[in-house]
C-alpha cells in the first residue's frame, strides 16, 4: 500500500523540479572554480531568484565565441559572461545577443560607458608579474624585457582574452613597430598556453621569471596568502585596460531571468564579491569600498585602450603578426 504514496511523492517532486526555472550562465574556466566568484555569486542569486543558476565553463573568453559559433540558434546558454572589449564588437552584438534593457547604476570604470547590449562587471590593466624576492632588476618596457633574458609565459589570443589583449597592448603601444616588438620577445617566451590558469600557475611553480596577468593579481597573494613577494612591473607605454563583460542571448529561454542576472551583476551584492574572488576592479564600487591591499597596486601612469568598433578589424591584423614572429 505504501507503493501508490511514493510514486505520488516522485510525481510532485518532479513537477515542483519542473517549476523552478533554469538559468545558464556561459563563462570561463577560473571564474567558476572554488576561488572564483562562481560558488559566491549562484548562492547570492538563487537567494533571489527562485531559479537554478547553473554555470558552464567554457575555457578562456574566446572560447566562448567559438561555442556560440558552433552552437548557433542552438545555443542553452542564457547568459555569456566574460568576454571584454577586444572581443565584444556590435557584429557580435548583432549576431546573438539582445539588448540588456536594464538601468545602469553609477559605474567606475576609467573609461565612458555606453552600451545597449553588454553589461560590464569588472576591469583591470594587464601586466606582467614577477616574485620581488627574486628579481630586482625589471624592465620598464617591452623592449627592456625583449633585451632582457627573463622567461616569460604568456597565453594564446586565439582562446584566451588576456593573450588577446597582450597582442593589442603590443599593437596600440607600438603600431607598426609591432611585428618588431614580437620577433625581439620570442626567445623570452617559454611557453605559450591555452588560458590564464595555466601559465599563472607555471610561473607561481617557478618555471617562469614572468606570467602575462594583471596590476590587481598582486592582490590575490597579500590578501587570500599574507604574501608580499609579488608585483606587476609598470610599463611606461602604458598599460592596457580591459573590461569585463556579459550579455543576454538571442536563444535564452528565460530572457526575463536572463536580464534579471545582468541587473544582479551591477548590484552592490555582486560587486562586493569581485574584488577578492576575481581579483579585479569592480564596475561599481561597492558600498564597503575596495579591500585593504588594493591600495598597493600597481596603478598605471598611462592607460590604452582600443575602441571595440576598431579592436575587431585589428585584432586579425595584430594576430597574424604575432603568428609570423613567433614561426620564425
Same mark, same amino acid.
Given at each position: 500500500?505504501?507503493?501508490?504514496?511514493?510514486?505520488?511523492?516522485?510525481?510532485?517532486?518532479?513537477?515542483?523540479?519542473?517549476?523552478?526555472?533554469?538559468?545558464?550562465?556561459?563563462?570561463?574556466?577560473?571564474?567558476?572554480?572554488?576561488?572564483?566568484?562562481?560558488?559566491?555569486?549562484?548562492?547570492?542569486?538563487?537567494?533571489?531568484?527562485?531559479?537554478?543558476?547553473?554555470?558552464?565553463?567554457?575555457?578562456?573568453?574566446?572560447?566562448?565565441?567559438?561555442?556560440?559559433?558552433?552552437?548557433?540558434?542552438?545555443? *542553452? =546558454? !542564457?547568459? $555569456? +559572461?566574460?568576454?571584454? #572589449?577586444?572581443? @565584444?564588437?556590435?557584429?557580435? %552584438? &548583432?549576431?546573438?545577443?539582445?539588448?540588456?534593457?536594464?538601468?545602469?547604476?553609477?559605474?567606475?570604470?576609467?573609461?565612458?560607458?555606453?552600451?545597449?547590449?553588454?553589461?560590464?562587471?569588472?576591469?583591470?590593466?594587464?601586466?606582467?608579474?614577477?616574485?620581488?624576492?627574486?628579481?630586482?632588476?625589471?624592465?620598464?618596457?617591452?623592449?627592456?624585457?625583449?633585451?632582457?633574458?627573463?622567461?616569460?609565459?604568456?597565453?594564446?589570443?586565439?582562446?584566451?582574452?588576456?593573450?588577446?589583449?597582450?597582442?593589442?597592448?603590443?599593437?596600440?603601444?607600438?603600431?607598426?613597430?609591432?611585428?618588431?616588438?614580437?620577433?625581439?620577445?620570442?626567445?623570452?617566451?617559454?611557453?605559450?598556453?591555452?588560458?590564464?590558469?595555466?601559465?599563472?600557475?607555471?610561473?607561481?611553480?617557478? *618555471? =617562469? !621569471?614572468? $606570467? +602575462?596577468?594583471?596590476? #590587481?593579481?598582486? @592582490?590575490?597573494?597579500?590578501? %587570500? &596568502?599574507?604574501?608580499?613577494?609579488?608585483?606587476?612591473?609598470?610599463?611606461?607605454?602604458?598599460?592596457?585596460?580591459?573590461?569585463?563583460?556579459?550579455?543576454?542571448?538571442?536563444?535564452?529561454?528565460?530572457?526575463?531571468?536572463?536580464?534579471?542576472?545582468?541587473?544582479?551583476?551591477?548590484?552592490?551584492?555582486?560587486?562586493?564579491?569581485?574584488?577578492?574572488?576575481?581579483?579585479?576592479?569592480?564596475?561599481?564600487?561597492?558600498?564597503?569600498?575596495?579591500?585593504?591591499?588594493?591600495?598597493?597596486?600597481?596603478?598605471?601612469?598611462?592607460?590604452?585602450?582600443?575602441?571595440?568598433?576598431?579592436?575587431?578589424?585589428?585584432?586579425?591584423?595584430?594576430?597574424?603578426?604575432?603568428?609570423?614572429?613567433?614561426?620564425?
Amino acid at each position: 500500500m505504501k507503493y501508490p504514496l511514493i510514486a505520488a511523492g516522485l510525481c510532485a517532486a518532479t513537477v515542483a523540479g519542473a517549476e523552478t526555472p533554469i538559468l545558464n550562465v556561459y563563462t570561463y574556466d577560473s571564474f567558476t572554480s572554488d576561488w572564483g566568484p562562481g560558488p559566491a555569486v549562484e548562492a547570492a542569486f538563487e537567494d533571489i531568484c527562485a531559479c537554478d543558476l547553473q554555470f558552464s565553463a567554457v575555457g578562456d573568453g574566446a572560447a566562448l565565441i567559438a561555442r556560440l559559433n558552433l552552437e548557433g540558434d542552438h545555443s *542553452e =546558454a !542564457d547568459v $555569456v +559572461l566574460g568576454l571584454d #572589449t577586444n572581443l @565584444a564588437d556590435a557584429a557580435l %552584438a &548583432e549576431q546573438f545577443f539582445a539588448p540588456h534593457g536594464i538601468e545602469m547604476p553609477t559605474l567606475n570604470l576609467p573609461i565612458e560607458w555606453s552600451n545597449d547590449t553588454y553589461v560590464p562587471y569588472d576591469w583591470g590593466y594587464f601586466a606582467f608579474v614577477y616574485d620581488n624576492t627574486k628579481k630586482d632588476t625589471i624592465p620598464a618596457n617591452f623592449r627592456d624585457l625583449a633585451a632582457s633574458d627573463l622567461k616569460i609565459v604568456i597565453q594564446d589570443p586565439r582562446s584566451s582574452t588576456p593573450g588577446l589583449g597582450l597582442l593589442m597592448w603590443v599593437k596600440a603601444a607600438y603600431g607598426d613597430e609591432a611585428p618588431a616588438i614580437w620577433g625581439d620577445l620570442e626567445d623570452n617566451i617559454i611557453t605559450v598556453t591555452k588560458g590564464w590558469s595555466e601559465s599563472y600557475g607555471m610561473f607561481t611553480a617557478g *618555471e =617562469a !621569471d614572468m $606570467v +602575462l596577468s594583471y596590476t #590587481t593579481s598582486p @592582490a590575490y597573494h597579500l590578501i %587570500a &596568502e599574507e604574501d608580499a613577494s609579488k608585483s606587476s612591473a609598470s610599463f611606461d607605454e602604458g598599460h592596457y585596460l580591459q573590461v569585463e563583460v556579459a550579455a543576454v542571448t538571442k536563444s535564452s529561454d528565460q530572457p526575463e531571468l536572463a536580464r534579471q542576472f545582468l541587473d544582479f551583476m551591477v548590484s552592490d551584492t555582486f560587486q562586493t564579491i569581485i574584488p577578492t574572488t576575481n581579483w579585479m576592479y569592480p564596475a561599481a564600487t561597492p558600498a564597503a569600498g575596495l579591500p585593504d591591499g588594493f591600495e598597493t597596486l600597481t596603478t598605471p601612469d598611462k592607460a590604452l585602450l582600443i575602441p571595440a568598433e576598431e579592436a575587431g578589424a585589428l585584432r586579425e591584423a595584430a594576430l597574424v603578426e604575432w603568428l609570423d614572429a613567433l614561426s620564425q
